[in-house]
């Protein structure tokens, strides 16, 4: 009895583990064309999504769904991160040219700018899964996510980065790193929507 309990949670580890697996080489394959990725990264986290749902779904089928359905507003949240990206890029370059005093306060400026931009970033995918809405409520919601709840987006942002890290410096864990590190994110972020559905 005992065999058939450690033998049924080891096939229910083991296809999860093949599950993220699954999921993480559909989100690589649907990036490829690089301008698609903002649409795969969105559709990994509706997937997601619907395994913490409970609902029992055929991954490919359902990942294909949310990339299309999703398609333009994750398009244009993409383009818009990017923007604001190279805009926080260009100001690092342009307040090194300054003098010691405005250096620093142009750093101080920049950190914060930053910090902002990495904390609303962790919520725009799961904002466009969870909420149906247009790109300006993409970014507003995701703002307002990411102020009112510091501790959680801080450990989003934590969550992204040993990700970032974990694959550059082991590149094969690519092949399952971001729709785990995506799991916990969504997790931690569906925990903040069960809330404010209970106000």
């Known amino acids: ?3 058939t309990f450690t033998n049924k949670k080891w096939h229910i580890l083991m296809n999860s583990f093949f599950e993220f697996i699954y999921l993480n080489l559909l989100w690589i394959l649907f990036s490829l064309p690089i301008f698609t990725m903002s649409q795969a990264t969105a559709a990994m986290f509706g997937v997601i ?26 398009l244009i949240t993409g383009l818009i991160w990017l923007l604001l990206g190279f805009i926080l890029l260009m100001d690092f370059y342009f307040i090194n040219r300054f003098s010691f005093a405005y250096q620093m306060a ?12 990495s904390m609303v970033s962790v919520y725009l995918f799961p904002v466009i899964v969870h909420l149906k809405t247009g790109w300006a409520g993409v970014w507003r919601n995701a703002l307002i996510l990411a102020i009112s709840n510091p501790i959680d987006s801080m450990i989003n942002i934590g969550i992204a980065f040993a990700v970032l890290f974990l694959g550059s410096r ?3 864990l690519l092949f399952g790193l971001g729709s785990i590190g995506a799991y916990y994110q969504y997790q931690s972020v569906n925990r903040i929507f069960l809330k404010l559905k209970e106000i």
Do not use: A, T
């Not at 999504?49 to 994750?74: A, P, T, Y």
């Open 1 to 3: 009895m005992e065999n």
């Open 170 to 172: 082991y590149p094969i």
């Open 49 to 74: 999504r619907k395994w913490l749902q409970g609902e029992d779904i055929v991954i490919f089928s359902s990942f294909k769904k949310l990339f299309i359905d999703n398609f333009s507003i994750s």
């Open 106 to 117: 142009g750093l101080f400026l920049f950190g914060i700018s930053s910090f902002l931009f």
